[in-house]
């Protein structure tokens, strides 16, 4: 019993302390706390980020025999950080080079992960990306198409592309608001006589006019353009229209300087609309015909 009491006088010492502490550090805290305010880490550390400037300072000031305490609160970091620099120092000889030796550990290359994605290659002869879903529903391992991608290479089941690794010219839904660029183009069911043609919004994905027809010709792709008008015109014009070169658009003759002419063009003047072309506009409307086919 008096060692317990003894540890509770010792434990409300250390208390009061803290708070007394607390009190003076902020005059203006009113609800006691055991815990210094200034043990926070937002308080403290405001900017993480070391560079070339900021370690030759703390090697500097160390070397003044300046307190880490102090280097620390002046370069905006933690005490162990600036312990962490002066010691690599002492040892090495040479400022700490940042940026090296950074991030996650490489995970090492596991066989077992390789007999899972050959016995999944032979089966079914898809690439990365197919492969990283067929392994985590049917083997139950979750690896990356990265990974798989890797492991595809080294066992000479894929390669490189270097057609594949540059940046395209046009990226779909890169418009940052709606109604500054739109996709507008034509899709025919399969089995039937039925001509789907849609504009898409290309930051929001929006279908924002369509319409079913029995023919794909120009009447009808104005048709869809009014429609468009009348729906958001009273928002926001729309700025610019991504199409191909079709013939329901009249872009299928285009002059030796690139221009063209055509009753549709004329109709997207009349409501101030730049054509562009892109010969990809099918793609980013896929996944609309996709939603309309569900």
Not at 27 to 54: A, E, H, W
Not at 150 to 172: C, F, I, N, P, S
Not at 197 to 223: H, K, P, W, Y
């Amino acid at each position: 019993m008096a060692l317990s009491h003894e540890r509770a006088d010792h434990g409300a010492k250390f208390g009061a302390h803290c708070i007394k502490e607390d009190c003076e550090w902020n005059s203006d805290c009113r609800v006691p706390k055991l815990f210094r305010l200034s043990s926070k880490l937002g308080r403290i550390v405001q900017d993480m980020k070391l560079n070339k400037t900021k370690i030759r300072y703390i090697l500097r000031q160390n070397r003044k025999g300046v307190s880490t305490k102090e280097i620390a609160r002046d370069v905006k970091v933690s005490q162990r950080r600036v312990q962490q620099v002066i010691k690599e120092y002492k040892e090495t000889g040479k400022e700490p080079i940042l940026g090296e030796n950074v991030g996650r550990p490489r995970k090492p290359y596991l066989q077992s992960e390789v007999d899972v994605i050959k016995a999944a290659h032979a089966r079914y002869r898809f690439g990365a990306r197919m492969l990283e879903t067929v392994v985590r529903k049917q083997f139950k391992i979750c690896i990356s198409h990265n990974r798989i991608h890797m492991y595809l290479k080294t066992e000479g089941l894929a390669h490189e592309d270097l057609k594949k690794q540059k940046r395209r010219k046009w990226v779909r839904y890169e418009r940052k608001h709606s109604m500054s660029a739109g996709h507008i183009d034509w899709h025919e069911w399969d089995g039937t006589r039925v001509k789907v043609c849609v504009i898409l919004d290309d930051a929001s994905r929006m279908i924002q006019a369509a319409g079913e027809f029995t023919e794909i010709d120009t009447e009808n792709s104005i048709l869809i353009i009014d429609q468009l008008v009348d729906k958001f015109w009273w928002l926001c014009p729309m700025r610019e229209l991504i199409l191909d070169h079709g013939s329901e658009f009249g872009a299928h003759r285009i002059h030796d300087d690139g221009s063209w002419n055509s009753e549709f063009k004329d109709h997207l003047k009349k409501y101030g609309i730049k054509a562009a072309f892109h010969s990809s506009t099918s793609l980013s409307l896929g996944i609309m015909i996709d939603l309309m086919e569900a």
